[in-house]
């Protein structure tokens, strides 16, 4: 079965740190791009970054650069999100997601998400 | 930044109608564009990719079309499942951007 997992998600507080982990099984993980999409719950979907392959092409949403870091393991099949300095418009919920295929950045596989929340 | 706008809101329709969303976006994404359902507590499902490709195991009464910067996802026939929010995702150029959304709703 294919499938996402993601972890790493909670409560923090304004100007701290979380790093979500997301766990791929089933496919091919060490040839997929993978992306970060973010709902705050009731709204819309937000793009926040992407990773090839091979680690070495990375983009950012503007509202992520210089904050988060994405990263993967393929030998662990996980990939990761390290964000800091979280500001209270970082909240909601993160999902790990699979794109169709190369150059078809359209997202067949989601994870169930995992749930940021930055508040006092 | 590409701009992606759903129209309508909210559309009501009762079972077994057609529904039709359109999606504009703010500069042309030739034919990279999705569509997802999301119902509540549920993550999105993939529908539609490359404007107008079904994705697996999508029923045949949804479909897609347009290019540039009209699209439709258009479906025929609606079943009590179908009530949900629709989201149109250009992946073309710069960052990925997704559409606010279309709540289709029971007349």
């Known amino acids: 079965e294919v499938q996402l997992v993601e972890s790493g998600g909670g409560l923090v507080q304004p100007g701290g740190s979380l790093k979500l982990s997301c766990e791929a099984s089933g496919f091919s993980f060490s040839t997929s791009w993978m992306h970060w999409v973010r709902q705050v719950p009731g709204k819309g979907l937000v793009w926040v970054s992407h990773i090839n392959s091979d680690g070495n092409t990375i983009r950012y949403a503007d509202s992520a650069k210089g904050r988060f870091t994405i990263s993967r393991d393929n030998a662990k099949n996980t990939l990761y999100l390290q964000m800091n300095s979280l500001r209270a418009d970082d909240t909601g919920v993160y999902y790990c997601?699979?794109?169709?295929?190369?150059?078809?950045?359209?997202?067949?596989?989601w994870g169930q998400g995992t749930p940021v929340t930055v508040s006092t | 930044e590409i701009v992606m706008t759903q129209s309508p809101v909210t559309l009501s329709v009762s079972p077994g109608e057609r529904g039709t969303l359109s999606c504009r976006a703010s500069q042309s994404v030739y034919t990279n564009l999705a569509w997802y359902q999301q119902k509540p507590g549920q993550t999105p499902r993939l529908l539609i990719h490359?404007?107008?490709t079904r994705a697996t195991g999508v029923p045949a009464r949804f479909s897609g079309s347009g290019s540039g910067t009209e699209f439709m996802l258009t479906i025929s026939s609606l079943q009590s499942e179908d009530f949900a929010v629709y989201y149109c995702q250009q992946y073309n150029d710069g960052p990925i951007t997704f559409g606010q959304g279309t709540r289709l709703e029971i007349k």
């Open positions: 490359s404007a107008s």
């Open positions: 997601a699979k794109p169709v295929g190369l150059g078809v950045a359209a997202f067949d596989i």
